[in-house]
């Protein structure tokens, strides 16, 4: 470690003032613990108190990254979290900056990526008072309710400590959000290097393996072996933990189809013969024994029951998870698999031993039809060159692109824009896929792609509803600032869901719609980026090979019909609707 050495004061004690004496300050404390944690990478957004901290880290080594808001910084700390195993760190201000990034922490909690949260505070004693300091508020108590654990520092010999504390509560069983309080007095402190050195933690196992009782996986096995007609299901838990070997390996000895959540599609690719992606409905309906894989049964698999799962019905539940509390929190668990992922699912692949019998035939051969048969019916409509663009023809062409470069990372976000990708692009590997997660949040755009980009270094192309690129537009600077290699497509359709509604009620423009006929392109070409408006899908086809093959931050204005969408995409369901009949 680097110290700051400084000469004794003269008026100090004739002694102690001949030696100089080595200090450290908490700027420096903070770092190194950090580093000791081989956490290099910090996205934020500097201002007081933190802005030394931004400098001092950047010049120890620590890569920086500096957002235009510290939304976008924080989801992109909870995306890399997701993908490293390590918690994604996002430093912002106090109060209003700190808010800023608290989404983030509670949307990272949600989806259960590590994050740490790290936000410098004003002063304790008038903060406490409510004396009205400088960005007054209690921010550890505000914090606490949006994540796993919140913690705060106050004296410099805590810093390891705090740190290793915030790192092992982000990491260990379910991960999610911590958030960490560093008022601005700590910073300045010193201390002596030598005891601050030694006050730094190196956490051990950080994310210690979890392993089921035998007694759970026998029961697991005798569940799995009496099914006729078994599904896997398979969460972002699983593709999280990345025991992707095992994980096909159990599929496999299963023969049973599979569906891939969201961000699970690509862990075993889409085009497996067993993925059941493209028979969703008739997996859910007709199966009679669920092996829950890192997924959770909350509205986005309608609960684990009603109408999607063919009730009434008998069928049994396997789960594994980490998480002993999510067990029986929609509907009974027949089988509970208590654990980390890569040791329940190498548990069951070994109690399944050499002589498993695969998943009936005529089950398979079901499934298989179905599923053949939706994605023969589902063929000439992304065939097609109309123009302006249905989501089809535009999805059609990125399909094909995604499947010549399953490296490149997709990041996701809109109503029909993200429903519809999701369904028509296959994934190829595992975590390519990032999107809105679990709460379906809009505005994770930008701040994945900066992520994806800089913890993978593989291209990203994002495809974006043109209201949810708004969320987090303003981070094309910071992409073009970083030259990140992301190419953004937006799927405009001149508004929320559709373009074409109109206000009946007075002369202002209807609340779902925005300016018609906008030009996104001409955004980035303010920073530099290329900019292209494609209005056919061979002219989308062209512009994103195009862009995918410079590398260069590019924006692609992707002219959508207004009328092509529909309300809420595929969840329009949930809309609430009036007892009182529409007129
Ligand atoms: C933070 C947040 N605010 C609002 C919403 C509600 N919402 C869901 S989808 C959506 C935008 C859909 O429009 P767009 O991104 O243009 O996609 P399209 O359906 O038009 O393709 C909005 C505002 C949300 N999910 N998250
Ligand atoms: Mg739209």
Redesign the pocket.
Known sequence: MAIVTESAPAAAPSTAAAQPQETVDGFKLVIEALKLNGLDTIYGLPGIPITDLTRRAQADGIRVLSFRHEQNAGYAASIAGFLTQKPGICLTVSAPGFLNGLNALAHATTNCFPMILISGSSEREVVDLQQGDYEEMDQLAVAKTMCKRAYRVLHAQDIGIGIARAIRAAVSGRPGGVYLDLPAKLFGQVMNAEEGRKSLVKVIDAAPAQIPSAEAVKRAIDVLKSAKKPLIILGKGAAYAQSDDTIKALVEKSGAPFLPMSMAKGLLPDTHPQCAGAARSTVLKDSDVVLMVGARLNWLLSHGKGKAWGEPHSKKFIQIDIEPKEMDSNVEIVAPLVGDIGSCVTALLSAMGDKWTPAPSDWVNAVKTKKEDNIAKMAPKLMNNNSPMD?HGALGVLRQIVKERPDAMFVN??????DLARGIIDMYKPRKRLD?GT?????IGQGYSIAAAIETGKPVLAV??????G?SGMEIETICRYELPVTIVI?N?D????GTDVNTGGSDPATTVFVKGARYDKLIEAFGGVGINATSPDELKRAVNAAMDSGKPTLINAV?DPAA?SE??RIGNLNPQSVLKKK
């Not at 976000?413 to 993200?418: I, K």
């Not at 974006?464 to 690129?469: I, K, L, P, T």
């Not at 508004?495 to 559709?498: A, C, E, K, L, P």
């Open positions: 989501y976000e809109g109503a029909n824009t993200l809105v709460w379906g949040i809009m505005g974006e509803g043109d209201s949810a690129f969320f799927f359709n508004g929320i869901y559709r959508i969408g809420s995409g």
